[in-house]
């Protein structure tokens, strides 16, 4: 992990923003992602990720369905609260179309080793760089961890939540969808 840079004042603000809301926070300012022409927020069915084998996976393999886009890191506390949840609910709702998808913002050997720990049972992609500008597009303004993103059917943001999730919370969100 490199050393953290110097933080300004804004920065310094946007940590413990981050940090109060009960997520993990990231040190290195966003560039911003391409939005689409139709809306305010990326085109996220057009962007590919590496798995955790390499491969690069086409989000677009996911549309028509319900996806939860997590955004998370095996050394980010609430992040790995989360998960067992998640996994929960892909087992519940799997068969209706729910979709859940970690973007790893980790080195792939912290991301591989803590979803095969815990038996993460949904796509877990490599986010890199990318990851965290699509995160901060999609209203992360923040950088913090975890953040997770519903998109409905139509690929459209349904909700999106900066920091820990319950299961409960996540489950009144998603079954309307479904």
Do not use: H
């Not at 979709?99 to 877990?124: M, S, T, W």
């Not at 920091?163 to 996540?170: E, F, K, R, S, Y």
């Amino acid at each position: 992990m490199r050393a953290p840079r110097a933080l300004g004042a804004s920065l310094a603000f946007a940590l413990a923003a981050a940090l109060t809301l009960g997520g993990c926070s990231r040190q290195e300012p966003a560039a911003p992602v391409a939005a689409s022409a139709k809306s305010a927020t990326p085109d996220i069915f057009a962007a590919s990720f590496p798995d955790l084998d390499g491969k690069m996976q086409p989000m677009r393999q996911w549309q028509g369905k319900v996806v939860v886009l997590n955004f998370w890191a095996s050394w980010c506390p609430p992040c790995r609260q989360e998960i067992p949840g998640f996994i929960a609910l892909q087992d519940k709702y799997r068969e209706r179309g729910l979709v859940f998808i970690g973007l790893a913002i980790d080195q792939k050997q912290n991301a591989q080793a803590f979803a095969d720990e815990i038996g993460i049972n949904y796509p877990v992609l490599l986010g890199d760089t990318r990851g965290v500008d699509l995160s901060s597009a999609l209203g992360n303004r923040l950088g913090g961890l975890p953040f997770t993103v519903v998109f409905d059917r139509q690929g459209q943001v349904a909700a999106t939540e900066l920091g820990g999730v319950t299961p409960a919370a996540l489950e009144k969100i998603v079954k309307p969808l479904l």
